[in-house]
């Protein structure tokens, strides 16, 4: 690909940060369709997303991307923590070592939403799975106490923003 343009500097607000996270599994995404670099997501019939509320300010998703032997590869991360140590949130959390894999949908700070773990070029060959699952107590009475939980995927290409809401699709 040849560079075709150049960037303009944007002088609107960009703050970081993650607002909403939501996880389905690969399986219940029946198509992932795209249009100009925007991914529009039709679920199964009765699959849904589900929203994971984290602790506020420890969320984000990064892409790394190299090119190794002339080919592009991008690493996507998504990094959050759960706050408590207790069942519910164990039971959760357990679902994420699934090796099937998932497709996530992250709303950044801006509004936009993105889709990870899913390319147009590769499909859903490449999922989002669970990297590692730090869990902690604490060491003194003010520490918190949950998990750190870390889903990775690797694509050839950058993550695509999507048109669909988190709340049309949970």
Same mark, same amino acid.
């Given at each position: 690909?040849?560079?075709?343009?150049?960037?303009?500097?944007? *002088?609107?607000?960009?703050?970081?940060?993650?607002?909403?996270?939501?996880?389905?599994?690969?399986?219940?995404?029946?198509? !992932?369709?795209?249009?100009?670099?925007?991914?529009? !997501?039709?679920?199964?019939?009765?699959?849904?997303?589900?929203?994971?509320? #984290?602790?506020?300010?420890?969320?984000?998703?990064?892409?790394?991307?190299?090119?190794?032997?002339?080919? &592009?590869?991008?690493?996507?991360?998504? /990094? #959050?923590?759960?706050?408590?140590?207790? %069942?519910?949130?164990?039971?959760?959390?357990?679902? &994420?070592?699934?090796? *099937?894999? #998932?497709?996530?949908? !992250? /709303?950044?700070?801006?509004?936009? !939403?993105?889709?990870?773990?899913?390319?147009?070029?590769?499909? %859903?060959?490449?999922?989002?799975?669970?990297?590692?699952?730090? $869990?902690?107590?604490?060491?003194?009475?003010?520490?918190?106490?949950?998990? $750190?939980?870390?889903?990775?995927?690797?694509?050839?290409?950058?993550?695509?923003? *999507?048109?669909? $809401?988190?709340?049309?699709?949970?």
């Amino acid at each position: 690909m040849a560079l075709a343009a150049g960037l303009s500097k944007d *002088c609107a607000a960009n703050s970081g940060g993650i607002k909403r996270i939501a996880i389905a599994n690969e399986a219940d995404v029946a198509s !992932v369709a795209y249009t100009s670099n925007v991914a529009a !997501v039709t679920m199964g019939t009765a699959k849904v997303f589900y929203e994971f509320e #984290f602790e506020q300010d420890t969320a984000e998703w990064r892409e790394n991307g190299e090119l190794i032997n002339g080919s &592009l590869k991008y690493t996507q991360e998504l /990094e #959050f923590f759960i706050r408590k140590n207790n %069942d519910t949130n164990r039971t959760a959390l357990a679902e &994420l070592g699934s090796n *099937c894999g #998932f497709i996530i949908l !992250v /709303e950044d700070m801006n509004g936009t !939403v993105y889709i990870l773990g899913h390319s147009e070029d590769l499909a %859903d060959e490449r999922p989002m799975k669970l990297a590692s699952d730090a $869990t902690a107590s604490g060491k003194e009475l003010t520490d918190l106490a949950g998990s $750190t939980m870390t889903l990775t995927a690797m694509s050839v290409a950058k993550a695509h923003t *999507c048109s669909d $809401t988190i709340d049309s699709l949970i």
